[in-house]
């Protein structure tokens, strides 16, 4: 217990709580835009999933990179 409390830096806790909140909406909004704007039928919802997990992947990646140079 004692070496927890030591090393203990309640910075870290928003680091991560912003981290999750801005992976959160990445995750929740780009599938959400690909699927609300995709027409045709199957085939086009296959594409737009397709898509829409691509661009999720690459945009976590750069607003990893990006939240912690700014908050560290």
Do not use: M, W
């Amino acid at each position: 217990i004692e070496g927890i409390t030591t090393d203990f830096n309640p910075y870290t806790i928003v680091v991560a709580l912003t981290k999750a909140f801005v992976f959160g909406f990445i995750i929740t909004s780009v599938p959400a835009y690909e699927g609300f704007y995709v027409k045709g039928g199957a085939l086009e919802v296959a594409q737009a999933s397709t898509r829409a997990v691509v661009v999720s992947c690459i945009s976590i990646l750069v607003c990893d990179y990006l939240v912690t140079q700014l908050l560290l």
